[in-house]
């Protein structure tokens, strides 16, 4: 298994700022992403985060309001830029271990005021 | 897409019953997973089966999949209070690692 963690657990925030968002597993995966989880909905998937390379966005999401960082196999950060209060989500990372298994961090709450 | 489309979206027993909650999807799978996650808390990891498992037990939870007709469930036998929660199942493809979360289903027992 894998054990995640992510800082911080919750911001309030103002429009137009930035804020990163840190992952960090306890044991080498395989794999990183980050979901984001709006209030009531299931989660969508926003980015592979690729180690040591570019993050592979899906539809809709861009590099430029979520900047993605992998600089090892078991860390990862996500930027939300520019923010506005259409941001206002739960941001999870999570983790594919080699059995191919994916475990999820708690979850940073994001409040753009 | 392969998305994962839970059935029912919501699903309220009693205590001590049993929970059947259904996922469809519509292309091949690698894996099929099922999470759990509590009001205003993160997910938790219940089961994995793969496309060539047809039946996994945990505990009280026993997975089916039935790659044939694209579907697999859930069944969480002699419900508690604390199975109260929302289920997702969330699918991979063999060419592709990224998992694609359904709607999920909102579970309620009730006392």
């Known amino acids: 298994s894998a054990v995640i963690s992510q800082k911080p657990s919750r911001d309030i925030c103002q429009r137009g700022t930035s804020l990163t968002i840190q992952c960090q597993v306890d044991?080498?995966?395989?794999?990183m992403f980050w979901y984001r989880q709006q209030p009531g909905q299931s989660l969508t998937l926003i980015a592979t985060?690729?180690?040591?390379?570019?993050?592979?966005?899906e539809s809709g999401f861009v590099i430029d309001k979520f900047p993605i960082s992998r600089p090892n196999l078991t860390f990862s950060t996500l930027t939300v830029s520019n923010m506005s209060p259409e941001d206002s989500s739960i941001y999870l990372c999570?983790?594919?271990?080699?059995?191919?298994?994916?475990?999820f961090g708690p979850g940073t709450r994001l409040l753009v005021l | 897409s392969q998305q994962g489309e839970e059935d029912p979206q919501a699903l309220s027993i009693q205590e001590g019953e049993n929970a059947t909650m259904n996922c469809s999807y519509k292309?091949?799978?690698?894996?099929l997973q099922w999470y759990r996650q509590n009001s205003g808390r993160g997910l938790v990891h219940l089961i994995l089966?793969?496309?060539?498992?047809r039946e996994k037990h945990s505990g009280r939870l026993r997975v089916t999949l039935d790659t044939s007709k694209k579907s697999s469930s859930l069944l969480i036998t002699a419900s508690r209070a604390a199975d109260t929660a929302s289920y997702f199942c969330?699918?991979?493809?063999?060419?592709?690692?990224?998992?694609?979360f359904g709607k999920g289903t909102r579970l309620h027992i009730l006392p």
């Open positions: 999570s983790a594919e271990t080699r059995e191919e298994t994916q475990y």
């Open positions: 044991s080498q995966v395989t794999m």
């Open positions: 985060a690729n180690q040591g390379s570019e993050a592979t966005y």
């Open positions: 292309t091949s799978i690698n894996n």
């Open positions: 089966i793969r496309s060539n498992e």
């Open positions: 969330a699918t991979d493809a063999w060419w592709d690692d990224k998992i694609i």
